[in-house]
């Protein structure tokens, strides 16, 4: 699930698989996560905060601001690649 917040701000629910979906993420206040892909054979690590509850089940949703390729700045690699994942 994406939803929108602002024009380049959105908020992106990550569900856990079937046998995860009644878990908890259970991550400490002010705790964050390591999200880590590989692109163009580069790989790249970033860091986000849950937005979600530490008690919510099934799912975690981040806020990510995506930062848009330009004239002057290729953008952000990551979060454009996060925008443009599939459902699923």
């Given at each position: 699930m994406k939803e929108e917040l602002a024009t380049d701000t959105f908020v992106y629910r990550m569900i856990f698989d079937d046998e995860h979906a009644e878990k908890a993420l259970g991550h400490l206040t002010c705790q964050y996560l390591q999200f880590e892909v590989t692109?163009?054979?580069?790989?790249?690590?970033?860091?986000?905060?849950?937005?979600?509850?530490?008690?919510?089940?099934?799912?975690?949703?981040?806020?990510?601001?995506?930062?848009?390729?330009?004239?002057?700045?290729q953008g952000g690699v990551f979060t454009q690649f996060i925008d443009q994942m599939k459902l699923g």
């Amino acid at each position: 699930m994406k939803e929108e917040l602002a024009t380049d701000t959105f908020v992106y629910r990550m569900i856990f698989d079937d046998e995860h979906a009644e878990k908890a993420l259970g991550h400490l206040t002010c705790q964050y996560l390591q999200f880590e892909v590989t692109i163009g054979g580069q790989t790249l690590q970033r860091y986000y905060h849950p937005m979600s509850k530490v008690s919510d089940q099934g799912y975690i949703d981040l806020l990510i601001k995506v930062y848009l390729r330009n004239f002057q700045h290729q953008g952000g690699v990551f979060t454009q690649f996060i925008d443009q994942m599939k459902l699923g």
